[in-house]
DNA sequence: ATTTTCCCCTGCCGGC
DNA sequence: TGCCGGCAGGGGAAAA
């Protein structure tokens, strides 16, 4: 599932090629991945702009085009963008959805096996942060994640720790993978209710968050299923894990069996040892 | 206002 | 072998 650290590793190699490109062709197969807009309305906005270019706001990229526009892209669970060089055999994507032809002969594909994936083009007239309001937090690897952000946010809240985690509207860009990881790094349960965590463990909470984050960053992030960066390329999160999707393995801090139990609607992995309830729970 | 539930999708896997 | 139910999960909408 791309994360935080999988989508800037897609940022950060897009980043490097496709500002100062001009979209020539814009072809969607599936109409779906630009629902609601009608597809054809899509490619015909795209075409001819010049690509400025490439941020993330989570686990959104945001290109930005030469018109003040911005075309969005989220990969959800099993979407891909890749990018191709000028004249490359371009693979014959199995779940492709959408190309992106630029003017120098590299093309982007995107490729999305359960159709989850979203493009979306925000328009230059309307205010760029309604969008975002709401829907994206503080972004953890940024100097706006601080104490005291982390815990106001946290503060007050009933819902489990890692269902608050999970809200992109507290902060952006942790999914399933990193917050089992960042839970079990600072030793927290993850059904403990979020606002009542005390403050020296929500500091704790803030450090491990950035920390499991910068090393997926840094292994190019985990490739898990179908996660692959722009040039096609897998990263090496997946060996790092220390719980997620380690159940019945050894803790690697303690050797106690880790379990997996379900918290939000989503699969949980935690070392019963190092993880132990405590405080009030939901 | 906050929290929970449901739903979207398709490949895969275990069970019979 | 082959069918089938269940599962996986980010996020948005709807319900509680």
Same mark, same amino acid.
């Given at each position: 599932?791309?994360?935080?650290?999988?989508?800037?590793?897609?940022?950060?190699?897009?980043?490097?090629?496709?500002?100062?490109?001009?979209?020539?062709?814009?072809?969607?197969?599936?109409?779906?991945?630009?629902?609601?807009?009608?597809?054809?309305?899509?490619?015909? !906005?795209?075409?001819?702009?010049?690509?400025?270019?490439?941020?993330? @706001?989570?686990? /959104?990229?945001?290109?930005?085009?030469?018109?003040?526009?911005?075309?969005?892209?989220?990969?959800?669970?099993?979407?891909?963008?890749?990018?191709?060089?000028?004249?490359?055999?371009?693979?014959?994507?199995?779940?492709?959805?959408?190309?992106?032809?630029?003017?120098?002969?590299?093309?982007?594909?995107?490729?999305?096996?359960?159709?989850?994936?979203?493009?979306?083009?925000?328009?230059?007239?309307?205010?760029?942060?309604?969008?975002?309001?709401?829907?994206?937090?503080?972004?953890?690897?940024?100097?706006?994640?601080?104490?005291?952000?982390?815990?106001?946010? %946290?503060?007050?809240? @009933?819902?489990?720790?890692?269902?608050?985690?999970?809200? !992109?509207?507290?902060?952006?860009?942790?999914?399933?993978? /990193?917050?089992?990881?960042?839970?079990?790094?600072?030793?927290?349960?993850?059904?403990?209710?979020?606002?009542?965590?005390?403050?020296?463990?929500?500091?704790?909470?803030?450090?491990?968050?950035?920390?499991?984050?910068?090393?997926? %960053?840094?292994?190019?992030?985990?490739?898990?299923?179908? /996660?692959?960066?722009?040039?096609?390329?897998?990263?090496?999160?997946?060996?790092?894990? !220390?719980?997620?999707?380690?159940?019945?393995?050894?803790?690697?801090?303690?050797?106690?069996?880790?379990?997996?139990?379900?918290?939000?609607?989503?699969?949980? /992995?935690?070392?019963?040892?190092?993880?132990? @309830?405590?405080?009030? @729970?939901?």
């Amino acid at each position: 599932m791309p994360e935080l650290p999988e989508v800037e590793t897609v940022r950060r190699q897009l980043s490097q090629r496709l500002p100062g490109r001009r979209i020539v062709g814009v072809t969607i197969d599936d109409p779906l991945c630009a629902d609601p807009c009608p597809p054809a309305q899509l490619a015909a !906005q795209l075409e001819g702009r010049e690509i400025r270019s490439v941020r993330r @706001r989570g686990k /959104y990229l945001t290109i930005w085009l030469d018109d003040g526009a911005q075309l969005v892209v989220h990969l959800r669970m099993t979407g891909r963008l890749l990018w191709w060089p000028p004249d490359a055999d371009v693979a014959p994507e199995r779940f492709l959805r959408a190309t992106i032809d630029l003017d120098d002969g590299s093309t982007l594909q995107f490729a999305d096996q359960r159709r989850f994936g979203r493009l979306l083009r925000l328009d230059p007239s309307a205010d760029p942060e309604a969008h975002w309001r709401g829907r994206v937090g503080v972004e953890p690897l940024s100097g706006h994640f601080t104490p005291a952000a982390f815990a106001a946010v %946290l503060r007050g809240r @009933r819902t489990p720790i890692k269902a608050a985690l999970l809200n !992109q509207a507290l902060v952006t860009g942790i999914g399933n993978i /990193y917050a089992d990881e960042a839970l079990h790094q600072a030793g927290i349960h993850p059904e403990t209710m979020a606002g009542s965590l005390s403050a020296t463990r929500v500091e704790r909470l803030r450090q491990a968050i950035i920390d499991v984050l910068r090393i997926g %960053l840094a292994t190019g992030g985990a490739s898990i299923h179908t /996660y692959a960066d722009a040039l096609g390329g897998r990263g090496g999160m997946q060996s790092q894990l !220390q719980v997620h999707l380690n159940e019945g393995r050894p803790c690697p801090a303690c050797g106690t069996t880790v379990v997996k139990t379900r918290v939000a609607q989503r699969g949980t /992995y935690h070392c019963p040892r190092c993880q132990r @309830r405590s405080g009030r @729970r939901t």
